[in-house]
């Protein structure tokens, strides 16, 4: 019931009742932050002063919390449990696609957290079938980055198949350029450049620059995968779920 009246709220245009309304169901929003003609399906809201979110939004969350002077840009689609934080003068540009899958495709609790004067910049996509985390400034520059928190990995012969889960955290002033692909599990340390076009498949611990690497082999096998990681069986999932995360 309250996520439906705070999507009918939000799409109030004058900001001052569209707050006040917003409030009067338990949002907690200061009346120094705007909020535009954005659909908002959330079942808690956390706006502090000069925070914004502009024009033709579809959020669709568990969670969302923007410190103060932090901003959500215009065309962005936020869909599924998942609970969204932006830190001090941090934001999320344009017609960028953060989503999630639901349960039983999904389990727990998943976050999108930007820290300090961290932006994610235009046409980006980031999966968040587990959590992703960025840093103090920093910045997905550029368009056309994909981040992803899963993957799957298939058996030579038949029908097994495992989906393999992983979070994404990135440091401290760390540049992502345009068009580079995460995959699930990956952690950055602070200080580094990652040129365009590139593929970040394992750690980056040492600061500096990456670039993209060349295709190689990898001799390996499903039974092989299943032994590296950990499998999860405390929630109803409808397929095989490993995890690089020991939890």
Known sequence: MKSTLTAIFGLIPINFFKIFLLKSIGHKISYKSKIGFSFLMVNKIELESHAKIKHFNFIKIETLVLKEGSFIGNFNIFKGPINVVLEKKSGVSKQNKIRRAYSPITRGLATL????????????????????????????????????????YHANIGADRIRIDGEIKIGNNVYIGSSCIFNPGVNITDAIHVGAGSVISKNLEKPGMYVGQGLRYIENDIEKIKNKLLKVDDFDLVEQVYTKEWE
Do not use: C, E, Q
Not at 119 to 144: C, P
């Open 113 to 152: 957290t930007l820290g300090y004067n961290t932006i994610i910049v235009s046409n980006h996509f980031l999966d968040l079938t587990r959590s992703i985390y960025l840093g103090d400034n920093s910045i997905i520059a550029g368009i056309g980055t994909k981040m992803w928190t899963h993957g799957y």
